[in-house]
């Protein structure tokens, strides 16, 4: 079954430093790759996505990432940090035959001033 | 906005009360989910519906039911609740409907307290 691991649950950084936030995922012949963000007291919403093709993936808000297919990894990418980026950030795959996402533990990003 | 309300938004009730949270949306999604969010395990999947009276059972569906007689309600039933079941419930539709690999479409949750 599919799978994804986020190695830490909480990764505090200071304002317009870079951040990475890791995911890992279980091999597939096949994935998709999600990264959904949830602000505080809010539902989940799209950040970017992996399908095929370019295995850089740039997404809103200023964040990317980078699908490594050896390494089985997809982490999460932002240059500069903003406070509004302080959020809990889940990476998800694609699994069963219905096609469901299957969510990661979270991480939560805290910027600090 | 994908048109999604979810009701309560809150709810506190005691050990081994029904309990029924709904999802609603406005667009004629066929695809609706309800998720769990708990500290330390992310979001879960209780339940799936790809149509009308067509629902699915997901992860962590022991202790909930569901039911969807129209396409925008979408129920979640807690026959007899108990205080594992105190959480942070998510609707989501999925967008376009053909496409599996689509956008999530989150409510904002209904937090459930069971004492």
């Known amino acids: 079954a599919q799978s994804v691991t986020q190695l830490d649950s909480q990764v505090p950084v200071f304002e317009e430093a870079p951040v990475e936030l890791r995911c890992n995922y279980s091999s597939s012949v096949s994935v998709y790759l999600f990264w959904y963000v949830q602000y505080p007291n809010q539902g989940l919403q799209l950040l970017l996505k992996?399908?095929?093709?370019?295995?850089l993936v740039k997404g809103i808000n200023g964040f990317e990432a980078e699908f490594n297919k050896s390494q089985t990894s997809f982490h999460l990418r932002k240059p500069s940090v903003h406070i509004s980026d302080t959020a809990e950030y889940f990476c998800?795959?694609?699994?069963?035959?219905?096609?469901?996402?299957?969510f990661g533990k979270g991480t939560k990003l805290s910027v600090k001033p | 906005d994908a048109g999604i309300t979810q009701s309560p938004r809150h709810k506190v009730t005691e050990t081994g009360t029904p309990v029924t949270l709904r999802c609603h949306q406005t667009e004629n999604h066929r695809y609706m989910y309800w998720y769990r969010q708990d500290p330390g395990h992310g979001l879960r999947l209780i339940h799936y519906s790809y149509g009308v009276k067509d629902t699915d059972k997901g992860e962590v569906s022991d202790g909930y039911s569901v039911s969807r007689s129209k396409t925008e309600d979408f129920l979640l039933t807690l026959e007899s609740a108990t205080s594992s079941q105190t959480s942070v419930y998510f609707c989501?539709?999925?967008?376009?409907?053909?496409?599996?690999?689509?956008?999530?479409?989150f409510g904002e949750g209904s937090r459930l307290t069971v004492l």
């Open positions: 998800a795959v694609i699994g069963g035959s219905q096609g469901n996402l299957i």
């Open positions: 992996y399908l095929s093709g370019s295995t």
């Open positions: 989501a539709i999925r967008t376009p409907d053909q496409d599996s690999t689509g956008e999530l479409f």
